[in-house]
């Protein structure tokens, strides 16, 4: 059985949560303290962590940062009223989910979470479009997917050469810095005729409104240069469909 843990100081939100999950057959166990969640970690194999960002005690980034060494690939979804939490997709969250339609997105997210597990999809039906004008950073991408099975890998050095290629892709992984191009306006244009796609922004940038914006033109998350390859997967795998 598929175990969530969930990271709420608020009890009328773990009752809500704890029925969404139960109702879906998955075990719940809930604690109030990143401390707390800590220690399950090494005492029970978790599945899915669901936690907000008001904790008390330790910061979000530095738990989201302790989780990753124990456990790189296990995904990480945050619950808040705050969009800025969006940004905490840089430090290794792998959604977001809005306190304000919780119930509706949370049924949704674990489903899609835990149907791609249930039916162990590869990426051999997907086609991504790789934009980025580095030939290396090109090649160390598709091995990444490659190794999952990937197919249908396209490459682009710039968002004039996709568009003119009139392809639509599953999965667009785009660069922000690009030599005459500004890779967030190729984020918008993609959103815009593609409103179902997969959007991730490559970077190599930290800054925190830089990463914010990027979500805001429409990518559904980020992943820093040099591409990890397990952070790489666990996000796509969050957000295929």
């Known amino acids: 059985m598929y175990k969530i843990l969930h990271i709420e ?8 949560v704890k029925e969404v999950v139960t109702k879906k057959g998955f075990e719940y166990i809930s604690c109030d303290t990143y401390t707390e969640a800590l220690i399950i970690l090494d005492e029970i194999e978790i599945d899915l ?9 330790m ?10 060494l124990k456990n790189e690939t296990l995904p990480i979804c945050i619950v808040s009223s705050n969009d800025n939490s969006k940004i905490l997709f840089d430090a290794g969250a792998n ?10 997105e949370l049924e949704s997210y ?4 835990f149907i791609f597990e249930k039916n162990n ?7 991504i479009a790789i934009i980025d004008d580095n030939v290396l950073s090109i090649l160390q991408i598709k091995d990444i997917l490659q190794k999952y099975n990937s197919k249908n890998i396209y490459s682009f050095k710039s968002g004039i050469e ?9 999965i667009y992984l785009v660069d922000i810095i690009l030599k005459d191009e500004s890779g967030l306006n190729i984020i918008k244009k993609i959103r815009n005729l593609n409103p179902s796609s997969i959007i991730i922004g490559i970077t190599a940038l930290s800054n925190e409104n830089t990463l914010s914006e990027v979500l805001d033109y429409g990518a559904d998350d980020i992943v820093n240069k ?5 952070l790489l997967i666990s996000k796509i795998k969050a957000r295929l469909r």
């Open 226 to 230: 040099p591409v990890n390859e397990k």
């Open 9 to 16: 100081n608020s009890n009328f939100l773990h009752s809500i």
């Open 49 to 57: 962590i669901l936690t907000a960002t008001n904790i008390i005690g």
């Open 59 to 68: 910061n979000i980034n530095d738990f989201i940062e302790e989780v990753k």
């Open 162 to 170: 996709l568009f003119k290629s009139n392809k639509i892709f599953d």
């Open 121 to 127: 999809i590869t990426f051999n039906d997907k086609k």
């Open 95 to 104: 959604n977001y989910i809005s306190k304000t339609d919780l119930i509706s």
């Open 110 to 113: 674990i489903d899609n979470t």
